[in-house]
């Protein structure tokens, strides 16, 4: 009879939903720490793509991670074997002959595949909704190890994920770099960053690069009361303004701005800056310009912080499969990386207390959240 933990020989890793700098240094740092166990390390391409659709992978669906091929990546954005928002193995879109979808559920399917391949424990890098199916596969008795990942950093157990330092870096220069522009045209210059759920990203950049208004998803806003902010200013000789806007913001009593709807994916958000702008323009006479940073806060070289997170949580991640734990994420719990059931690591949002102490502090500074 074989034992319910035989040996581990081979690994799997998946990375799921929206890219986040350090996924390849999380990838060379299981890679190269399961072959000093002597364990081969395979990467599944596109989420569970690879496994559930790899007739479209001429290479084919999973592909061996060599130390040559991990080599050199701790430093590059984005992730060498690929990932997906799409496809949720537990919703996976079907498209019906009528041209409707149905969602079907192909966990087991993804079970079975695994063990075809003789994956003996899956790493699973991602979000929320990567960690909730991590979590249906080890209830279906896979070893599973979760790796928390997204630059919104709304993910409850872990102090912080890595990408979001990256991000949020990348948003404060480019606050920096709007001032002048606003400042020379007398203009009010919004910011739209990601933060769908949760407004850390925009807060912190916020405060560090000298915005003069905040709104976040936490805070509902009415741009009546930014208007006097505006005047605030111009009253003080400083005849522009820096709206930095989280993509989840609404208005009091209002919606997200939704830009799309598709079946098998969350809403894509987008274009509340847009609204933002338009509507300051109308209520204070000012010009106004919109700044779009999106997909730029995904892309570009984790910082020191994050590459080491990230190769910290890789590591950490094998030492786990090693130790016999299944079923946790990995979570930064200063100075510690500890290991948190996965059970309570899914379906729980960290979003910005209104006793933050960075929002204290910026509203000490004279930030206005529009409330
Ligand atoms: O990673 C999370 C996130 O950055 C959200 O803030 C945003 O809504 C989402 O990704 C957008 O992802 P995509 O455009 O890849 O669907």
Known sequence: MSSPNPPIKRIAISTGGGDAPGLNAVIRAVTLSALNRGWECYGIRDGYNGLLMPEQYVEGGIMR???????????????IIGTTNRGNPMKFPIKNPGGTFEEVDRTDELVRAFRMHSIDALIVVGGDGSLAIANVLAKKGMRVVGVPKTIDNDLDRTVITFGFDTAVGFATECLDRLHTTAASHRRIIVVEVMGRYAGWIALNCGVSGSADVILIP???????????KIHEREQQG???TIVVVAEGAKPVGGAVSVVEREVGRAERLGGVGEKVAHELAALTGKEARV????HLLRGGSPTTFDRLLALRFGAAAVRALEEGRSGVMVALNPPKVDYVPLEEASGRMKVVPLDNDSLLTARDLGICFGD
């Open 65 to 79: 991670l060599t130390r040559e091929r991990v080599r050199g990546i701790t430093h590059l954005g984005g992730t």
């Open 218 to 228: 936490e805070i509902p806003y009415d741009l009546h009361k930014v208007v006097p």
């Open 291 to 294: 700044v779009v940073l999106g």
């Open 238 to 240: 400083g005849d522009f």
